[in-house]
């Protein structure tokens, strides 16, 4: 009998385990995102507005019909609210340049919801105009809420930095 020693198997080297959170994202390309958002979503929901207000001089009876008025409310609330907080980034880009003592973790999330609501606030609307049942929205008026309570969030995260001491 021999006493021959095994080989233990071989182990690959173990990959360090990427941390949870996302790196944050420096300012300034933060703002530049936001500015980007922010005119592209103006330009959007701009030229929805043109094509209401064209569907509207062209008497289309699917958008100005009796029975139709959620749908226009719905899309006309789609058209301004989009416009609104396409502005509103604009306004976020500027108090991104601005306010030099924001906690990345917060400023990064104030940017995520807040692009979340821009898109989830006029969606909900739009949907909700393109089913309606016995006049009343669609059930794609529920992301309207969602988008609502981002905003705040969003809103809320912007206050709390700009009223930081400078320190």
């Known amino acids: 009998m021999s006493n021959a020693v095994k080989a233990q198997p071989t182990r ?21 995102r936001h500015l ?30 009796v029975h139709q008025e959620t749908r226009r409310l719905m899309w006309t609330l789609a058209h301004a609210h989009g416009t609104l907080l396409g502005v509103i980034n604009l306004g976020f880009a500027y108090t991104l340049g601005t306010i030099v003592r924001w906690p990345d973790k917060s400023r990064n999330f104030a940017s995520v919801v807040l692009r979340a609501a821009t898109i989830l606030m006029p969606a909900g609307f739009f949907l909700g105009g393109l089913f309606t049942y016995s006049g009343d929205p669609g059930l794609g008026i529920l992301l309207v809420p969602v988008g609502g309570v981002l905003l705040f ?15």
């Open 36 to 65: 980007a958002f922010g005119w592209w979503t103006i330009l959007i929901f701009l030229t929805i507005g043109l094509v209401l207000e064209g569907m509207h001089g062209l008497k289309v009876q699917s958008y100005l019909g």
């Open 12 to 32: 690959a080297p173990q990959k360090p385990v990427a941390p949870l959170s996302h790196p944050a994202v420096e300012p300034a390309e933060l703002l530049r």
């Open 153 to 167: 969030m969003a809103v809320f995260a912007a206050a709390r930095a700009a009223a930081r001491p400078k320190q």
